[in-house]
Nanobody, 117 residues
């Protein structure tokens, strides 16, 4: 029903920036919210940022607030995660997520972000 493909990961130095993209295809008009999660080796997957589609309201984890910005491009069915002032602690696989109006979750395959010190 919904397919998600994220891109934009890579290797950056501490203090640098990256912008992740997540392109949604399929029944995108049925999305309730989209967002980003991340998971480092040996750690639980954690919430990073989310956007409620109908209102555009955004939400952030305390650890990234003020440094990361989630946004959307309705015409392109794409959400972005602008990551500034990156820290080594931000190193993780970042996955895009979408929740349909019916409550069904969808996941992308993830993109690696590595921040060197």
């Amino acid at each position: 029903q919904v397919q998600l493909v994220e891109s934009g990961g890579g290797l950056v130095q501490a203090g640098g920036s990256l912008r992740l993209s997540c392109v949604a295809s399929g029944r995108t008009y049925g999305n309730y919210a989209m967002g980003w999660f991340r998971q480092a080796p040996g750690k639980e997957r954690e919430f990073v940022a989310a956007l409620r589609w109908s209102t555009g309201s955004t939400y952030y984890a305390d650890s990234v607030k003020g440094r990361f910005t989630i946004s959307r491009d309705n015409a392109k069915n794409t959400v972005y995660l602008q990551m500034d002032s990156l820290k080594p602690e931000d190193t993780a696989v970042y996955s895009c997520s979408a929740i349909s109006d019916s409550g069904h979750p969808y996941w992308g395959q993830g993109t690696q972000v590595t921040v060197s010190s």
